[in-house]
């Protein structure tokens, strides 16, 4: 029996993106979330559903008013299914709530709904989605906006808001300050637009107490109260 390689192996296939169709063909029209959850499995968008355990839409209940955006499962949520379940989604959890925002009342998801990883052997490393990966899975995003039609998203990280904003969007300088939706994105438009550190980013801080703050200043302002 051959021996496995040591070397690291990356989730992105050698195919190139225009050989991928994008997600549009898998979404059904005007479906509720539950629908969307249903249909997702199936999805053969991009590359990224040939490596990841399996597809993870957003969770969170059908009236919510807030909707969180992050980049991608990790690694604990590829293997459940569920979105923000690891680390990171614990931390969410208590900034939420430390913005006096109940953390069940709002709904959680993903620019991209599959896990970019490179596989160590023994531990798969996270590794963010190419641009094109996160244009392929946007019909999922405008999906769950049009299911969902919250009065306000939050944009947690750089993908998320470049998956809005595009790709000079950059968190620094645009975080706590309200942003217009893009008409280019087409769907409902939210009432109030918002960009914030992901909380991984927080996590992973050498001034965690610090950014953990501003994290939570900034989700204040979703829940409707100043800083």
């Known amino acids: 029996?051959?021996?496995?390689?040591?070397t690291s192996r990356s989730t992105t296939s050698r195919s190139t993106p225009s050989s991928w169709p994008g997600a549009q063909a898998w979404v059904p029209p005007g479906a509720d979330l539950d629908d969307l959850a249903s249909a997702a499995h199936e999805c053969r968008g991009c590359d990224l559903s040939e490596h990841a355990t399996q597809v993870?839409?957003?969770?969170?209940?059908?009236?919510?008013?807030?909707?969180?955006?992050?980049?991608?499962?990790?690694?604990q949520e590829d293997r459940t299914g569920e979105p923000f379940v690891g680390p990171a989604g614990r931390l969410l959890d208590d900034?939420?709530?430390?913005?006096?925002?109940?953390?069940?009342?709002?709904?959680?998801?993903?620019?991209?709904?599959?896990?970019?990883?490179?596989?160590?052997?023994?531990?798969?490393?996270?590794?963010?989605?190419?641009?094109?990966?996160?244009?392929?899975?946007?019909?999922?995003?405008?999906a769950e906006l049009e299911a969902l039609r919250p009065s306000t998203v939050?944009?947690?990280?750089?993908?998320?808001?470049q998956a809005v904003f595009g790709s000079k969007f950059r968190v620094g300088?645009?975080?706590?300050?309200?942003?217009?939706?893009?008409?280019?994105?087409g769907?409902?438009?939210?009432?109030?637009?918002l960009a914030t550190a992901h909380p991984s980013a927080v996590l992973r801080s050498r001034q965690r107490d610090e950014d953990f703050a501003a994290l939570?200043?900034?989700l204040r302002l979703a829940a409707g109260h100043p800083r």
């Open 216 to 218: 939570v200043a900034d």
């Open 173 to 185: 300088t645009s975080r706590g300050t309200p942003l217009d939706w893009p008409t280019t994105m």
């Open 95 to 142: 900034a939420l709530e430390a913005a006096g925002i109940e953390p069940a009342s709002v709904y959680r998801t993903n620019a991209v709904k599959h896990f970019r990883f490179v596989d160590r052997g023994h531990k798969r490393v996270h590794k963010s989605p190419a641009r094109w990966q996160v244009a392929k899975c946007q019909p999922w995003l405008l």
């Open 56 to 75: 993870v839409m957003g969770s969170g209940p059908p009236q919510a008013r807030i909707m969180l955006v992050g980049e991608q499962p990790g690694d």
């Open 154 to 161: 939050v944009l947690l990280g750089a993908t998320a808001g």
């Open 187 to 193: 769907g409902p438009m939210p009432h109030l637009v």
């Open 1 to 6: 029996m051959a021996s496995r390689s040591t």
